[in-house]
Nanobody
Framework: VQLQASGGGLVQPGGSLRLSCATS????????IGWFRQAPGKEREGVSC????????YYSDSVKGRFTISRENAKNTVDLQMNSLKPEDTAVYYC?????????????????????WGQGTLVTVSS
């Protein structure tokens, strides 16, 4: 399985970016695909996930309503549309697979540790 994230860059607060995760060697047995991020000095956190089986999507509370995850089957990509970006969204973003994403009672989601990771793409939100 190979994953390759792209689309990062510098954007002003309030702007938008679209990240793309190209997948190869991927099969449905890997369950779900997630986007994660790691800001300087902070732990890596999950921001969104999509279930391969039925397309159910999940978002962390910090990005809900601003980010949208989608799967482009014809292109074998999983995209993350990021709108209304904030400086606190600045981080290296990673896509990953072979994990399980499940809803949490609080409205967000939790996830198991992914087995496969792509390299990161840097998103910087700054004026």
């Amino acid at each position: 399985v190979q994953l390759q994230a792209s689309g990062g860059g510098l954007v002003q607060p309030g702007g938008s970016l679209r990240l793309s995760c190209a997948t190869s060697g991927f099969t449905s047995e890997y369950n779900d695909i997630g986007w994660f991020r790691q800001a300087p000095g902070k732990e890596r956190e999950g921001v969104s996930c999509i279930k391969i089986s039925d397309g159910t999507t999940y978002y962390s509370d910090s990005v809900k309503g601003r980010f949208t995850i989608s799967r482009e089957n014809a292109k074998n990509t999983v995209d993350l549309q990021m709108n209304s970006l904030k400086p606190e969204d600045t981080a290296v973003y990673y896509c990953a697979t072979d994990l399980h994403c499940l809803p949490s009672p609080g409205g967000s989601y939790y996830y198991t540790t992914p087995r496969y990771w792509g390299q990161g793409t840097l998103v910087t939100v700054s004026s």
